[in-house]
């Protein structure tokens, strides 16, 4: 069964803290992978997606995929209240978008 | 450039009934999937369709079928509706398929509730 994994959490990190989201997949096939938060009640929205290998920065936010570990991790700097929501990590290793059960980040300040 | 818009946003049905969503993507992408989301189970994948065909399909019934327009529009439906079927139904649209296929983004989703 091919699968990505996240700790559920919830996360608690506080506000101006880099919060650090972490995501493991199994199908050394996937070439495309994603970050997407959701708050309660909301669907799924894009933070960022990434192909390469290294990071990838957008504000406060940085992806890093590793492909020999087959490790994702997403990165927010100075976490606001605003960041507290669920994170979904999902990769790609056909036509469908596999998800994870996706960490509960919670920011206190 | 509009979102993903689904129609209806709620809706609540019985038991045995059978229900129809439907999916406008962003205006360009082709590309159509379709997600049933439950506390329980996550965010779990129904369907993919692209240029009017199935691309793939996920773990689910038969009672679970979709179909996409030549505008790219697309309906899912449910048969014979279960309590267990109860849960957010969202649709995702991408300019193309493919593990290399770019992002989706998603619409509002339904919610139906079954009795």
């Known amino acids: 069964q091919k699968e990505v994994e996240q700790n559920s959490g919830p996360l608690s990190v506080p506000e101006g803290a880099i919060a650090s989201l972490n995501c493991t997949y199994s199908?050394?096939?996937?070439?495309?992978f994603f970050w997407y938060r959701q708050y309660s009640g909301k669907s799924p929205e894009l933070i960022m997606f990434i192909y390469s290998n290294g990071d990838k920065e957008d504000g406060r936010f940085t992806a890093q995929l590793n492909k020999a570990s087959q490790y994702v991790s997403l990165l927010i700097r100075d976490s606001q209240p605003s960041d507290s929501a669920t994170y979904l990590c999902?990769?790609?290793?056909?036509?469908?978008?596999?998800f994870g059960s996706g960490t509960r980040l919670s920011i206190r300040p | 450039k509009a979102g993903v818009t689904q129609t209806p946003r709620y809706l609540i049905k019985t038991r045995g009934q059978q229900v129809t969503l439907s999916c406008s993507p962003i205006?360009?992408?082709?590309?159509v999937s379709w997600y049933q989301q439950t506390p329980g189970q996550g965010l779990q994948f129904l369907f993919e369709?692209?240029?009017?065909?199935?691309?793939n399909k996920g773990n689910f019934p038969g009672r679970f079928s979709g179909r996409q327009f030549s505008n790219s529009r697309s309906e899912m439906n449910v048969s014979t509706l279960e309590l267990g079927d109860s849960a957010l139904y969202l649709c995702?649209?991408?300019?193309?398929?493919?593990?290399?296929?770019?992002?989706?983004?998603f619409g509002p989703g339904t919610r139906l509730t079954v009795l």
């Open positions: 995702a649209s991408s300019w193309t398929s493919g593990p290399t296929g770019d992002t989706q983004y």
């Open positions: 369709y692209f240029s009017e065909t199935q691309r």
């Open positions: 999902a990769s790609r290793p056909t036509s469908k978008i596999i």
């Open positions: 205006s360009g992408h082709r590309s």
């Open positions: 199908d050394r096939g996937s070439q495309s």
